[in-house]
């Protein structure tokens, strides 16, 4: 990812360790929530495939499918209003939150070529803890016999 690292030296001490946390809790936050939910409804999944374009955050193997699960802020969720630029240092990161969308749209054509299909899942639309059952349960479910 290396964002923990063009983080540091933006930030001040006192959001610092606010920052550090967050980054420390990716495995507890949005990912978990997803894994929780894709394993309560009898999905089995592998974690952060380091083969993939752009290591999806859960790999189904078997079916050819992944799924990612995107913060609003660092993969600019369109129209989202978490994924609103900070108003000072607006050269520093217009380029940098431009970049990383081009590099999700690049994984996702490399992912899409190889045969894979792709489910983004929006951080700010995890709360519906339904929603996101149907959602799991439609895209793992498609295109399978079972
Ligand atoms: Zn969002």
Redesign the pocket.
Known sequence: MGYAFCVMDVYSAAKRSEVMSRVRSKDTGPELLVRRTAHALGFRYVLHSKKLPGHPDLVFPSRRKVIFV?G?FWHQ?Q?????APPRSRQEYWLPKLQANRERDSNNLVRLKDLGWKVLLL????LRDSKALKRRLNSFLKSGSKS
């Open positions: 995107h609003c969720h129209g989202c209003p978490h994924a929006w951080e700010c639309e």
